[in-house]
Structures are given as structure tokens and as C-alpha cells.
């Protein structure tokens, strides 16, 4: 196709078209102000995380972090009201059997819906895909309720159970699968006497790897950041680690140097993966973008 | 893997006759419920779920709201008057109003800036995977920690808010008092956290238009504004109404920023300047423990939002098909 036009006509074609993907000063400074109003809050929660609540009455804010970190963290794992550990600690479980679980059968389910040929397939499907559409807080109250007559309400599994597979993790597995899955490679397979869950297992599977990983880190980060539900459900003395900071916000007295002190920490977990997985979550995003 | 196959359909010819014919057929009787029952198997985990767990409650929403239904006391059937009352009831077009300005107000800086950042990423650069990530960065911030943060840089006596507004000899603004500036500051928080959001996604979508398109207009002495107008809006157009819409479903779920804003008051402020539809539905909920009204609230929430899906979606495609 290139070949048609060559010589003189492709080398002026070149010039009329250089530099039209070349970044200029203008878009170079629109991103950095852009990177540095996105970075600097969460910097800003490291400075006074690190300074005594003096940090926030003083004029000009001081920039850089001080020497507070080691004191702060001892008030805030000592504090009596927030249970800051238990909450760390309820949050990395929760979080973890969440995205466990939503791996293990959203990928079952939509190799089901991908690969599998049964009645009532198209149906099943759609009202899925319907549900996906369906706001979370509609089942709140009545979720509670279920919760208060079974008795769960204050218990770990109450921001659990109720979540241990989503629509969105279903139809992403089955979207990813349908492109990534040749037929061919479940038809030989079944020729060669493999169940339907030895092809899983063995087959599909290892081609899910990347999806699975996009889903494994999004989940995990919305489990670990989910603040409405364990609001409504728990406790204050059995909290997650998002109650657990609405709980060091005293009634009269705001001690910015603590709350920021247990938001970084509660950030902390989230940035390390967001650093060493960054390329992957971006082309998640970017991909689930191309097929939504 | 055609080496195996073919080893073992050999061993299988070579075995003598006698014993295997029933244990394969056996086999084949196992293999067919196999093929029927797996699927099923497979997807139940899920429907399971979200029977228990999703369709269930909110068919009980239903049934809840029908009645006046409260923790302790009454749970008397009353037919569609919670629904009349919740019509009637002023707090709760307070509400709406509040959640329908601060989403106008959030909503469309958001999606113009995403466009004009994906625009911006869309260019050739340096460590674009780094930018791409600075950009992206504040959605691993947990909403909690946003409105912690934000709060303190709005606050008005230390904020740095303030601080900066000042020099341009703006008084210290007090954030949370008014509707306006608390329906900016609750903006700020949201519009932080997700603009970088959407330019990927509108990224996602401008890499997917073909380079020809814009060389040719070049060629032909296009600007570059004229380029983004004429070509990427255009071809962006899907893209746009489905971020529309998922902000839209978003922005009526606003709670968790304006809740923390104010300190944990449900009420959103002592003039109710900021409380959205799901705090009142929550301060019915689980203030007033007024189970019923609660729930034929969120069931207006619920119509609000297909309706404003529906809105965005006509008025995108239209403003689309006129040009």
C-alpha cells in the first residue's frame, strides 16, 4: 500500500505529516500539570504523615516530610477506638478470599458462557449483562436486612460472602476468553477424552493468565477500598481498614497527623501494586475500554 | 499435542476386545452428562449468588417498600404511600437537586478534561507508560482517604486551598457552609479521582482510530483543533455516551465524599446543602430506621438513574446526528 506513492511524492507526503504525533509545549505541560495535581495529594498525605498536627496551622505548608513518622504510627496502631490492625488484618482477608474466589469462578463461569454450548445460554447472559447495569446501594437495605436475620451484621463474612463473584468479573473472563481461545484447542482436547473440567483446568486456564490478573488486581483494590457496605454492616470494634480511618476522626478534635498518618498506611498496599503492575492495569483498562 | 493424540488413539486400537466395550460405554454415558451438566455447574456459583445476594434484596425492596415497615413496631402493608409521600416530600427533592448539581458540575469538566489529557497522551513522548501511570494514579486512593485528604486542603482556616485563593486576595472561603463551594469542593474530590480514568478510556478509543484519517486531513491544512473537532469527537461518540452513562449511574451513587465532607453527617451539612439521594436513603435507613420509606426511596433513585441513562444517551446521539 506504502509502495504506491514512492520517491518525491512520499518524501512531501513526509513533510506535510511531520511532527503531527510529536508531543509540543503545550500538551508537555497540560500532562505535567496534570501528573503533578494527581501526584501531589497523595504526597501531601505522606508530608503530614510524617510532621506533628502543628504541620497543618503553619504558613507557608511545609513541603517536605519530617521526622514524625516512627510516633505517629505508634498513636495510630495505639489507638483505642479505631483497632487499626484488626482492621488491616480483616481487610487483607476480606480482600483476599474476595479475589480468590472471583477468579476462581468468574473464569468458570465465563468460560462457560464463552466456550460452552447449553440451553438457555443466550438468556442467562442477558440477564447477567441486565444485573451488571443494576446500582449496588439499590440492595443495600434490604441486604442489611438479610444480614441482621441471619445474624452476620458485625461479622467478617457479611463483606464477604455477598461478593464473592460479580457480574463485571463474568463477563469480562467470558469477553477475554471468546478472542483469546481458539475452538480448535477444546475440540482437540475433548477428542483426547478430557472432561469439561480437565479442559479448564488444563486449557483455558493458562490463556486466561492476563485477564485474570487485570480482574485479580481490580478486585482486590475495590474489596480493600469498599467503605459503604462494611459502613452499614460492621462494627466499630470489628471494623475493615477504611471504617477503621472514619473512626480515628474524633467528634471534637480533628488530629490531621493521625488520620493522614492511617490513610497512608491504608494507601500503602494499594501504591506498591499500583507501581509494579501499573503497565498491566493501564492495558486492562485500555482493553476492556476497546470491547465495552 | 497432535503427537499424543495420536499415541493414544494407537493404544486404544491396539487393546485387545473383551472387557473395555461396556467400560466405554460407560464412559461415553459419563462423558455425554459431562458435556450437558458442566456448563451449568460452571455458571452456578454465580446465579447462586446473586439470587441470595442480589436479586432477592432488591425484589424484598419492593415488598419493604410497599409497607411501613421500621425496626422496632409497625410493619403495617400501606400500598404506594411511601412512594406518594417520598414525591411530596421536600428533603427528598432537596436531594435530587444536590445530587444533580454536584453531578453536572463533576461530570462534564471531567469528561472535557479526560478528552483534552487523552488527547495529550495520544502524542509521541518519552517514558509514556510513567506518564500514563501519573495520570492514573489517584484511583488506588481509597474514597475514604480522598475525602480525608481533600477535607484537610479545603478546611477553612489551615487549608491550602485557602492558603493558594488568598494570594489572588480571596477571603478564607468556609468550604462546607454554602451549596455552591460545597458542591465544588465534593466536585474537586470526585473529578481527582477519576479524570485520569476516562482519558484511558477515551485513549483506549482515539488508538483505535486510523492514522490515515488525520495524516489526509493534514495533508489538506487542518489545525489541529480542527483535526480533534472533525475527526476524533466524531469517531469518539460511543465512547462518550458510555462514560456518560457510567457517571451517570456513579454520580447518583455519590455518598461516600460528601458524607465524609461533612464529618459523617448523614444530613450533609446543617442546611442539608450537600446531602445527595443515597445519604437520605442511608439517613432513613439507618437513622431513622424508617425501613419502608427507604426503600421506595432507592427505588426513585433507581428511576432516576434509568431515566438519566436514558436522557444522556438521546441527547448524545442527537447532538451527534445533527452534524
Given at each position: 500500500m506504502i509502495q504506491k506513492t514512492p520517491g518525491r511524492p512520499r518524501a512531501r507526503r513526509g513533510g506535510a505529516v511531520a511532527g503531527l504525533w510529536n508531543a509540543g509545549p503545550l500538551t508537555r505541560i497540560t500532562l505535567l500539570a496534570t501528573i503533578v495535581l494527581s501526584v501531589f495529594p497523595i504526597y501531601w498525605m505522606l508530608v503530614v504523615a510524617t510532621r506533628t498536627n502543628d504541620v497543618v496551622g503553619?504558613?507557608?505548608?511545609?513541603l517536605v516530610p519530617g521526622g514524625e513518622l516512627g510516633r505517629n504510627l505508634s498513636r495510630l496502631f495505639g489507638n483505642e477506638q479505631a483497632h487499626f490492625t484488626l482492621g488491616l488484618v480483616n481487610s487483607a482477608i476480606a480482600a483476599t478470599t474476595v479475589t480468590v474466589s472471583t477468579l476462581l469462578f468468574a473464569s468458570l463461569a465465563g468460560f462457560a458462557f464463552a466456550k460452552l454450548r447449553f440451553r438457555g445460554r443466550g438468556a442467562l447472559l442477558l440477564v447477567m449483562l441486565a444485573t451488571m447495569m443494576v446500582p449496588v446501594q439499590m440492595g443495600i437495605i434490604p441486604l442489611y436486612m438479610l444480614m441482621a436475620e441471619i445474624g452476620w451484621?458485625?461479622?467478617l463474612q457479611a463483606v464477604i460472602v455477598p461478593f464473592l463473584v460479580t457480574g463485571f468479573g463474568v463477563f469480562m473472563m467470558r469477553q477475554y476468553t471468546m478472542q483469546a481461545l481458539p475452538d480448535e484447542l477444546i475440540e482437540s482436547a475433548r477428542i483426547d477424552g478430557c472432561s469439561t473440567f480437565r479442559i479448564y483446568w488444563s486449557v483455558v486456564l493458562p490463556v486466561m493468565r492476563p485477564a485474570m490478573a487485570v480482574l485479580g488486581l481490580f478486585t482486590f483494590m475495590q474489596t480493600w477500598n469498599e467503605f459503604i457496605w462494611p459502613l452499614a454492616v460492621l462494627d466499630p470494634d470489628n471494623p475493615t481498614v477504611q471504617y477503621s480511618l472514619n473512626l480515628l476522626n474524633g467528634a471534637y478534635y480533628t488530629d490531621y497527623s493521625l488520620m493522614f498518618t492511617g490513610t497512608a498506611v491504608a494507601t500503602l498496599p494499594l501504591l506498591a501494586v499500583f507501581v509494579l503492575f501499573g503497565r498491566q492495569i493501564i492495558s486492562g483498562i485500555m482493553d476492556g475500554a476497546l470491547k465495552a | 499435542m497432535t503427537v499424543s493424540i495420536g499415541s493414544r488413539a494407537g493404544a486404544r486400537a491396539v487393546r485387545p476386545p473383551g472387557p473395555p466395550p461396556p467400560r466405554r460405554g460407560a464412559r461415553t454415558v459419563l462423558a455425554r452428562w459431562d458435556v450437558k451438566l458442566s456448563p451449568y455447574l460452571f455458571i452456578s456459583p454465580y446465579f447462586l449468588l446473586f439470587f441470595l445476594f442480589g436479586l432477592f434484596p432488591m425484589g424484598y425492596t419492593v415488598w419493604v417498600a410497599l409497607h411501613d415497615w421500621e425496626l422496632l413496631g409497625t410493619r403495617e402493608f400501606v400500598g404506594l404511600e411511601n412512594f406518594r409521600l417520598v414525591l411530596t416530600d421536600p428533603q427528598f427533592w432537596n436531594a435530587v437537586r444536590n445530587t444533580l448539581g454536584m453531578f453536572v458540575i463533576a461530570t462534564v469538566p471531567q469528561l472535557l478534561l479526560a478528552l483534552v489529557l487523552a488527547n495529550a497522551l495520544n502524542q509521541r513522548m518519552r517514558a509514556r507508560t510513567l506518564v500514563r501511570m501519573g495520570v492514573l494514579v489517584p484511583m488506588v486512593t481509597s474514597i475514604a482517604a480522598v475525602a480525608i485528604v481533600f477535607g484537610q486542603l479545603f478546611s477553612r482556616d489551615f487549608g491550602m486551598v485557602n492558603w493558594v485563593l488568598g494570594w489572588f486576595?480571596?477571603?478564607?472561603?468556609?468550604?462546607?457552609?454554602r451549596r455552591w463551594t460545597s458542591w465544588l469542593a465534593i466536585s474537586v474530590m470526585v473529578d481527582w479521582r477519576w479524570t485520569g480514568y476516562n482519558a484511558l478510556i477515551y485513549l483506549a478509543a482515539m488508538q483505535s482510530i486510523p492514522r490515515d484519517l488525520y495524516e489526509a486531513a493534514a495533508i489538506d491544512g487542518a489545525s489541529r483543533a480542527r483535526q480533534f473537532w472533525s475527526i476524533t469527537l466524531p469517531m469518539l461518540r460511543p465512547t462518550i455516551i458510555f462514560t456518560a452513562i457510567v457517571s451517570t449511574i456513579g454520580g447518583f451513587q455519590l455518598f461516600t465524599e460528601p458524607l465524609l465532607f461533612g464529618n459523617g453527617d448523614m444530613a450533609g451539612g446543617s442546611l442539608r446543602q450537600f446531602q445527595t439521594v443515597t445519604m437520605y436513603m442511608f439517613e432513613n435507613a439507618f437513622?431513622?430506621?424508617d425501613y419502608g420509606y427507604a426503600s421506595a426511596v432507592s427505588w426513585m433513585i433507581f428511576m432516576l438513574i434509568l431515566l438519566g441513562s436514558l436522557l444522556n444517551f438521546v441527547w448524545l446521539r442527537r447532538m451527534g446526528g445533527t452534524k
Open positions: 503553619s504558613t507557608p505548608p511545609p451484621t458485625g461479622e | 486576595g480571596v477571603e478564607n472561603l468556609d468550604w462546607t457552609a437513622r431513622r430506621f
